[in-house]
Nanobody, 123 residues
Framework: QVQLVESGGGFVQTGGYLKLSCTASGRTLRRDVMAWFRQAPGMKREFVATISMTGTTTYYADSVKGRFTISRDNDKNTMSMQMNSLTPKETAVYYC????????????????WGKGTQVNVSS
């Protein structure tokens, strides 16, 4: 069974940082475009960042540019995202996805999703 499992969420104060990880089991992800999304309470799931198969190309939502960094290690079948200077508005469940494609800098159509990891940013 193919699974994506997110980890690294938690509680931080405004201005703090966290590093999320997404680990895959059951299949190699080195041929997959991958991405991070987040969903705040009462809001739609929104795109955060995406990374190409080799990791050489990345795109970010405008709201996180310069603060978040997405990366991947295909040998370890993992993807990560360093999140700096967090704000309370970024309190959300963060999801990783694989198997989609990038169009105009945004990720679409992932066929694999994790169950998410909760990030809480207090003021």
């Amino acid at each position: 069974q193919v699974q994506l499992v997110e980890s690294g969420g938690g509680f931080v104060q405004t201005g703090g940082y966290l590093k999320l990880s997404c680990t895959a089991s059951g299949r190699t992800l080195r041929r997959d475009v991958m991405a991070w999304f987040r969903q705040a309470p009462g809001m739609k799931r929104e795109f955060v960042a995406t990374i190409s198969m080799t990791g050489t190309t990345t795109y970010y939502a405008d709201s996180v540019k310069g603060r978040f960094t997405i990366s991947r290690d295909n040998d370890k079948n993992t993807m990560s995202m360093q999140m700096n200077s967090l704000t309370p508005k970024e309190t959300a469940v963060y999801y990783c996805s694989a198997g989609g494609y990038i169009n105009n800098g945004i990720y679409y159509g992932g066929d694999l999703w994790g169950k998410g990891t909760q990030v809480n940013v207090s003021s």
